[in-house]
């Protein structure tokens, strides 16, 4: 987008309140819709999708795991505590038939891909799979996870999963902001109470979804079109979008606002829940994006559902990844 | 039609005789105004857009960068032509076919054949073979896709009531393909059933008792009487249906929560769905375009096979 029509849209560098608009938002949620230089940028943010973990006290302890947050603040801080916590939770006898620790192998890497350097494309933008560490050490951690078979290899958004998500087929999943709606829309109020947010990320900060509002050049009310953008992504109305709709703001002021960063979750089992996103929305770092990361990262846990599903062998789905991979790039 | 209509029946030999030499006499030229109409919406929405597309699949384009064309020539083609989706997917389409149309297309003849019969209620079971087709295809797909879920779908429940292996209706190659064939025969036999049943209303009824005299049963009757008799409404239904499934499209798509992919390791995605993916999500517009015009000439091809056969047929008939 930023890169083949940023002419067609508003620089937010050269509007009149340039420097205060910037002054508002998370840095890597600026440069996000900003060119490698940082001379042109196409949009203002709205909400973004800052990451945890979510996932079921109740199934957890019937495992006779500890869920306090002091112990998972630790255990979870890392891929590899986490993929061990799930291994724990595969060997106790007590857990319930049929459940396993996460929902699938793409919770870990669509997460882990972004906390490298490089996800999917190098520092021009251009998709870059092959070189990629964020792709190696993400595949690495999906990879072990999945031979300690601690997924359900349920297929997210399908119809499946979204079912697990009351018949507790799965204890815990990625969670950024906007997912604490949908468990609450799938698992409904029988849920409330039983699922709680993980205080850390394993690995660190990492981000999914999020928009942007930007102006077209076209406008033949540019002036009245850019107040109306500030007017909405204004401190006020973003933390009106968390309190009303539970999405995460980009406004740093309105992330500090009380009613943001002071914000629990009963359904959530209290959790501390603005504090616990705002940390992880502070810490976060942002390698370069491309134009096809949504199809790469498709193919990419598409194939992870072979090795989960079909017992496909890692080399074989890395390859028919890579193959996937190129029919986009060309 | 409608010029033979208008003209006044005296006279009819000597204006035919007119008409011979002055083709473009008032009469038929108020006929190419009546056609009009159709053959511009026709240039518009068919011509141009077919044109259009085989530019396009000469040229490198990107959906997201539309207007930045460059010229390659043949190269989209043969990347297709070389490129194991496209056989896949074709080989897909061919089997998804098959077991789709030859099954329906043969009881949707049973079917008619015993509508044609006088049975009590015929009128109730001929609106109700034709109630899948008036049924929505999204619809229709979901209530498939609960019925062959592996985990709680009844047809799995079945199966393991009577002590047969769970069968995974998604993952699977051929289990998928037969789910999505049942699907299109479920909406389209009742279709095809009365399309031949109006076939069936034009076979003299005294064929019939004649083969009754001559002591043919019900089996015999219909090879010998009904099959005949329907030879260019089965010609023109084979067509179609193998027109129908050539383009086979929203059953697969909706079948895996509307990606285009056709399954995870795409076990059941068809050329519609290839070519859909191609354009729209890999963002590969010349791709596209390519696969387009090498599905338009696959069922042009497949049209002229099956006309062909049916014409050697029709004349060792005879």
Known sequence: MVKNHANQFVNWNKVPNASADKAEFY?????MASTPDGSDTVGLGTDTGPESICYRTDLLKQAGLPTDSATLAKDWSTWDGFINYG?????SATKPSGSHFLDSAASIFSAAVYQGNEAYDNASGTPDVENSDGVKSAWKYTTDATSAKITAGLEQFSDPWNKAFSSGAFAAVACPTWMMGYIQGQAGDAGSGKWSVSPVMPGGGSNWGGSWLGVPTASKHQAAAIALVEWLSSKDNQVKMWTDGGHWPSNQEAAADPAVSGATSAYFSNAPVGQIYGQIAGQMKIPPIGFYDTQIQNAITTQLTNIETKGTSPDSAWKAALDAIKQVTG | ???ISAEPATGEISRRRLRRHRPTSRGSRI?????????????AFSVYPWLDTAWVSLHDVRLSTYHQQTWIGLDNYKNLLTNHFFWHAFFNTLTIGIISAVPQLCVALWIAHLLNHRLRGRTFFRVAILLPYATSLAAATVIFLELFNPRTGIIDWALHLVHLPRVDWQGSKWPSQVAIASIVMWRWTGYNALIYLAGLQAVDRELYAAAAVDGAGKWAQFRHVTLPGLRPT?????VVSTIGSAQLFGEPLLYHNGMPDGGTSG???TLGLLMYQQGWTNDRLGLASATAWTMFVIILLAVVVNLLIARRRERRAR
């Open chain 2, 234 to 238: 089965i010609i023109f239904t084979i």
């Open chain 1, 27 to 31: 840095p890597w949620k600026w440069n």
């Open chain 1, 87 to 91: 291994k724990q939770y595969e060997a």
């Open chain 2, 31 to 43: 006929a190419y105004v009546y056609i009009l109409p159709f053959f511009v919406v026709f240039a």
């Open chain 2, 1 to 3: 039609m409608v010029t």
């Open chain 2, 267 to 269: 076990q059941y995605q």
